[in-house]
């Protein structure tokens, strides 16, 4: 069982950053494929961004250019600079790991262990 704790939420006004950390109890975390999902009230849980075992790295159209996701596997760590930020970037953003081979990035279902989520606000 991978634990996935996320940090760095927060409140900030548009045009504003924030970087988001999603730390894992598994040692060999770099082992794993890492994604960011976000979900407001009322919506379904939305793909943002993802990173492979590989570094490889796959955006929602919606955050490209603006988010970067990247990995520290010494600190067993998975980061989400975001840039930019918008108002419709208001969301619970949840951290989402899994391990192997699968058919899918962007399909939350694909993805085994989950953080209980970090709220970010952005004001207009």
């Known amino acids: 069982q991978v634990q996935l704790v996320e940090t760095g939420g927060g409140m900030v006004q548009a045009g504003g950053s924030l970087t988001l950390s999603c730390a894992a109890s598994?040692?060999?975390?770099?082992?794993?494929?890492v994604g960011w999902f976000r979900q407001v009230p009322g919506k379904e849980r939305e793909f943002v961004a993802a990173v492979s075992q590989y570094i490889a790295a796959y955006y929602a159209n919606s955050v490209k250019g603006r988010f970067t996701i990247s990995r520290d596997n010494a600190k067993n760590t998975v980061y989400l600079r975001m840039n930019s930020l918008k108002p419709e970037d208001t969301a619970v953003y949840y951290c989402?790991?899994?391990?192997?081979?699968?058919?899918?990035?962007?399909?939350?279902?694909?993805?085994?262990?989950w953080g209980r989520g970090t709220q970010v606000t952005v004001s207009s």
């Open positions: 989402s790991s899994r391990y192997g081979r699968r058919s899918s990035w962007t399909d939350p279902n694909e993805y085994d262990y």
């Open positions: 598994e040692r060999t975390f770099n082992n794993y494929g």
